[in-house]
């Protein structure tokens, strides 16, 4: 369990296939404090780490991963917002995210709005009820809050501080994010269903 309050960022020192899978080393200033079999979130991807070395931890993402998120385009030197997992008694300050991508969307516009910034993200329609007017979303593993809700798309505005602190100021036109919808929302709509 996470809560979308990047860490850290991190940066992809290599990339090897196997079969269906792809293997990530990553460096980080997290990497030293992490111990083989624990759960970080990697750009909102729940990974194992798997190795360590000095300032760079392994994680692998099996085909599943892959299909489900934007993690198959990673390439040596791409930036990670990179979070540990929630420890019982710390605060929440985000949301609850788990970490389990549920899709993933287009950026169709980025714009300044003289010190702060809104994005604008396309994504498929059949998640229209799960994202709500000033509901939680994680975007890459950041906590966000959505606005001008469309059937298939929405915003979200970006304060300094998270602009500097993850890698949402990579994020241009065209490129595709991960993306998380809020835990209960999504159990409120099942149990519509059921």
């Not at 994680?138 to 809050?145: D, E, V």
Request: charge should be neutral; aromatic fraction near 8%; charged fraction near 20%.
């Amino acid at each position: 369990m996470f809560t979308g309050i990047i860490e850290a960022m991190g940066t992809v020192e290599a990339v090897t296939t196997m079969g269906g899978n792809k293997t990530f080393w990553v460096r980080s200033p997290l990497s030293d404090s992490l111990k083989v079999d624990q759960s970080i979130a990697h750009d909102g991807v729940c990974l194992t780490v798997e190795a360590l070395r000095p300032g760079s931890h392994q994680v692998t993402a099996i085909a599943e991963t892959l299909d489900k998120t934007a993690l198959g385009g990673w390439v040596a030197g791409r930036q990670v917002n990179l979070e540990r997992s929630l420890q019982v008694g710390s605060r929440l300050d985000g949301h609850f995210v788990q970490g389990h991508v549920d899709a993933t969307a287009i950026c169709t516009q980025v714009k300044s709005r003289q010190g702060s910034w809104e994005y604008t993200f396309q994504f498929p329609k059949k998640f229209a009820p799960l994202v709500i007017e000033k509901g939680s979303i994680a975007i890459n593993g950041t906590s966000l809050t959505c606005f001008d809700v469309g059937k298939k798309s929405f915003r979200v505005a970006v304060i300094p501080y998270t602009y500097e602190h993850t890698t949402i100021r990579y994020i241009k036109e065209g490129d595709a994010v991960n993306l998380e919808f809020d835990m209960i929302g999504k159990y409120l709509v099942r149990r519509e269903v059921l």
